[in-house]
């Protein structure tokens, strides 16, 4: 038998699961000490673990630099498959963690870094206390986890969800304006026009103007230059407007609680957002997942009405 028909048979060997997650970790980390630290292995196991998921599949899969190790092409094209075989395993987990008619075992939920981190805590403190044998995960991401490839049970997003196989629903709308620290227009003056925060720290987008782009208009009048104060973080935008490091955009319903933050030009600059709430449609069935999908849309839709009284003045 020839040398490459050994090497083809080998290329076609399915490696297993414990392989590609190894891999993908080190994808991840970019060394193998960082990897077996996460995996919670030793780091020569993690290396065996690459030179056997190589050899299965008759590719190189990483370089070393000084950076640490790089990911060749083949291996990048590997990643999304490895991604989705992760996913799996995950909610595999998940399913198995509890009966589906009982409220025992994991939900994971993902929503964007504002809401996950500034939103959701109290309203999924208040279900832990109602449901303490429910365990909670949850992913922080702006781009929309997927729930068809379950990488989450349930997604809180603010724009609407257009997969066929789930179950969604329109929580309402979110109002966000302009808001500054008391102490910053107390040194810096108040603007009274929109040309007038050209003399202003503006807090903005860095590389990333996804959300900037969803304000509509405003988007238009402003560009990455003017901002004094660039992340591509909203909670650490959100962090630099209450130490007043300038003036920012910020959730009304946000504000309320914080009497140390000023509405700025709330009649030029107000616009609103969706929030949605969707699930698999699979999963309407699980008792866990089910209660804390009626316990958020209760809450977030409790958080809106608290901007729309304060949009409204009542």
Request: with cysteine; net charge positive; glycine share 8%.
């Amino acid at each position: 038998m020839c040398c490459l028909d050994i090497h083809f048979r080998m290329a076609q060997r399915e490696p297993s699961w414990e392989l590609l997650r190894t891999f993908l970790e080190v994808v991840r980390d970019g060394s193998l000490s960082g990897a077996a630290r996460r995996l919670g292995l030793t780091q020569p196991t993690v290396g065996r673990h690459v030179d056997a998921l190589e050899a299965d599949l008759g590719l190189p899969l990483f370089t070393r630099s000084p950076r640490g190790l790089i990911p060749t092409s083949a291996a990048l094209d590997l990643v999304p498959h490895a991604e989705s075989m992760a996913a799996a395993s995950a909610a595999l987990r998940r399913a198995a963690s509890g009966e589906a008619a009982t409220d025992r075992g994991t939900v994971r939920i993902t929503a964007s870094e504002i809401i996950g981190c500034e939103v959701l805590p109290t309203i999924l403190s208040a279900f832990r206390r109602k449901h303490p044998h429910i365990e909670l995960e949850l992913a922080l991401s702006n781009r929309n986890e997927d729930l068809l490839r379950r990488e989450a049970d349930i997604a809180v997003r603010m724009n609407r969800p257009t997969q066929n196989a789930l179950v969604t629903r329109r929580i309402g709308k979110t109002v966000i304006g302009l808001y500054a620290h008391e102490d910053y227009l107390a040194e810096f003056g108040t603007p009274k026009s929109i040309t007038e925060l050209d003399g202003h720290c503006l807090i903005g987008f860095d590389r990333d103007d996804r959300s900037f782009r969803s304000v509509g208009s405003l988007a238009t009048q402003i560009a990455r230059g003017q901002f004094g104060f660039r992340c591509d973080s909203d909670p650490a935008q959100f962090a630099a407007l209450r130490a007043g490091m300038g003036i920012g955009a910020c959730q009304l319903s946000l504000a309320l609680s914080r009497p140390e933050l000023v509405p700025v030009l709330p009649k030029e600059v107000r616009f609103a957002l969706d929030i949605w709430l969707a699930m698999h449609g699979n999963l309407r069935a699980t008792r866990r997942v089910r209660l804390l999908f009626e316990h958020l849309a209760d809450a977030l839709k409790s958080y809106i009405r608290t901007g729309q009284r304060l949009s409204s003045g009542g």
